[in-house]
C-alpha cells in the first residue's frame, strides 16, 4: 500500500484544514480482495491505520469457509452398542483409520478414529508440515456396559459378610447360580464332558475344591453356628531344644460334629449387558472372630473370563471392520 505523505508537505495557512487533511491520510483504507485461489493454510497479510499495524485475515478466511461448510469432520459419537459402534466405522473410515481397545476391568471401552495419522515415520524437514499427520478429532466411542449380575459379583467378591447380608445376597443372586452337574460331582476330567465341565472340575482340582448346591447356600445362610474346641499341643525342635506350643482348631457344628462344606458354587452370567453367560466357580469360605462368622464369597480368576468376553467383541469388531485395532488408550 502506498504510504501517507509526510505532514511537513501540508501548508498551515489554515490548521483545521490541515489537520483535516492529515487524519484523512492516516485513516485512509482499501477494500482488500481476496487472492483468487487463496491458500487457507498460508497467511493473508494487509496493513491497518493504527499506525499502519500488520493484520493476518487467515483466521477470518477460515472462519468464513467453516461458516458456509465445514473444512473437516470432528467431534465424538458416544454409541450405546456394539453394532452402531461397527456401522459408524464402516461409514466414516478410511485408509488411516483404526480401532482402540482398552480392555480395564471397570470401565471397557472401544474408540474408532476415523482421521487417525497415516502410517510410516515423521517428517520433520517439509516447510508445510508432516503430511501424514491428521487431526484425530473425529471419533466414535463405546463404552462396554458391564452387566447388573456382574458388578453385583464382583462387589462382594473377596468381602467379608454377615450371616444375614449373606442370606440376602444369595438369594437376590439365586438366579445366577447354577447347581453342578454329575460330571463336575464325579470330579473327574473325560472327553465325554462339555468344555466349561472340564474347566471347573480342573478348577476344583487346583484349589483342592468340592461344589455345593443353592440348596446348601440357602440353609447355611438362615441357620448357621460355629462351635470351636481347642485342643493345646506342644511341639520341641530336637536341633535346638526350643519348644512351640500351638493350638489345634476344629469347626464342629451345633451337634459336634465336624463340619463338611463346600467350598465352590457355579455362577453364569454375563459380562458385558446383553451379552452370553459365562460359567464362573466362587469359592466360598467362612471365617470365625470371636461370637461372629463372616462369609466370603470370591469369584476365581475373573480375569481371565473377562479377557474372553472383551476379545470376543474385540475380534468381532475387527472382522467387521477389517481396521487395525491397538490395544490401549488413544492420544489426547
Sequence with gaps: MEQHRDTASYTMENPAETMRDVMADIGLHESIETPKAHNLTKPHLVTLPNHRKVEDLGRMHRD?????????????????DLASLIAWANRFKGDSS?????????APALTCIADYHESGPIDVTS???????????????????LSEEWKAWMKVSGQGLDKDDMGEFIEAQAKDIMDPTPAVLKGEQHDSNQPWENRLVETARQIEGRFGQLAQLLAMSRKFQVFET?????????DTGE???????????ENGEKLNLPNLIIIAIPVFQGGAPYRMAVRFRYRKSGASVKFI????????????AFKEAVDQAIEETALPTFMGSPEH
Design 127 to 145: 516447510v508445510e508440515g508432516d503430511p501424514t499427520a491428521r487431526h484425530c478429532h473425529h471419533r466414535a466411542v463405546y463404552d462396554f456396559p
Design 297 to 308: 464369597l470370591s469369584i476365581y480368576n475373573p480375569e481371565k473370563v473377562f479377557e474372553a
Design 230 to 238: 481347642s485342643d493345646l499341643k506342644v511341639v520341641t525342635n530336637r
Design 64 to 80: 468464513a469457509a467453516e461458516y458456509l461448510k465445514p473444512t473437516r469432520r470432528r467431534g465424538t459419537a458416544r454409541l450405546t
Design 243 to 253: 519348644a512351640e506350643v500351638k493350638f489345634l482348631n476344629e469347626h464342629k457344628d
Design 98 to 106: 483404526v480401532l482402540f481397545a482398552k480392555a480395564d476391568l471397570t
